[in-house]
């Protein structure tokens, strides 16, 4: 089994910044290693969408909300997943959670005052 936590997350105002991280636990082996670690959020009242994905060769890819002012990364040694997030906007508001395969993390609330 495999354990994703995510943290980061908390109350910033407009045009501020935050670095979300993702950590894998539990039998996580090469798993890490070998695969594409994904970035999803869910703002309120709305469904969760995908936001940004990092592949086992970094190449990345951005929703075009975020493009720009996001940017996802990883450190496979330490087996976790970066988000971050600059010039972040009300909209930006959401609970992000991180996920590969069958694996989602609990999730981390993003608050973006106005």
């Known amino acids: 089994q495999v354990q994703l936590v995510e943290s980061g997350g908390g109350l910033v105002e407009v045009g501020g910044s935050l670095r979300l991280s993702c950590a894998a636990s539990g039998s996580v082996g090469r798993l890490f290693d070998i695969a594409t670690m994904y970035w999803h959020r869910q703002p309120p009242g709305k469904a969760r969408e995908q936001i940004a994905f990092i592949t086992q060769t970094e190449s990345v890819s951005y929703a075009d909300s975020v493009r720009g002012r996001f940017t996802i990364s990883r450190d496979n040694d330490r087996n976790t997943v970066y988000l971050q997030m600059n010039d972040l906007r009300p909209e930006d508001t959401a609970v992000y959670y991180c996920?590969?395969?069958?694996?989602w993390g609990q999730g981390t609330q993003v608050t973006v005052s106005s």
């Open positions: 996920h590969t395969g069958a694996f």
